[in-house]
Nanobody, 119 residues
Framework: QVRLVESGGGLVQPGGSLRLSCAAS????????MSWYRQAPGKERELVAA????????NYADFVKGRFTISKDNVKNTVFLQMNSLEPEDTAIYYC????????????WGQGTQVTVSS
């Protein structure tokens, strides 16, 4: 059974930090590219950060560059999102996604974890 389980969300003050984790099971994690998305109330889901299957390549949305860092541990089957200098605009549900390309494209999603940035 494929599972992506996010954790690490919560309430933090502006300027604070959180580290999200996404534990994967039920599929070959090491061959999947992983991403973090977020969705704020009334807004569409948007890409936050992505990392290649090996962890050698990362990409970030402009609004988190220099503040967030994505990393991938292919031994622990976990992807992380270190979030620093958090702003109220970062408040959203954060989702983990796993994606594989050819020969059979597959996409898996986690259930999400709430991040609230407020004083």
């Amino acid at each position: 059974q494929v599972r992506l389980v996010e954790s690490g969300g919560g309430l933090v003050q502006p300027g604070g930090s959180l580290r999200l984790s996404c534990a994967a099971s039920g599929f070959t994690f090491s061959i999947y590219a992983m991403s973090w998305y977020r969705q704020a109330p009334g807004k569409e889901r948007e890409l936050v950060a992505a990392i290649s299957s090996t962890g050698g390549t990362t990409n970030y949305a402009d609004f988190v560059k220099g503040r967030f860092t994505i990393s991938k541990d292919n031994v622990k089957n976990t992807v992380f999102l270190q979030m620093n200098s958090l702003e109220p605009e970062d408040t959203a549900i954060y989702y983990c996604q796993g994606k594989r390309g050819l020969p059979t494209p597959l996409v898996y999603w986690g259930q999400g974890t709430q991040v609230t940035v407020s004083s």
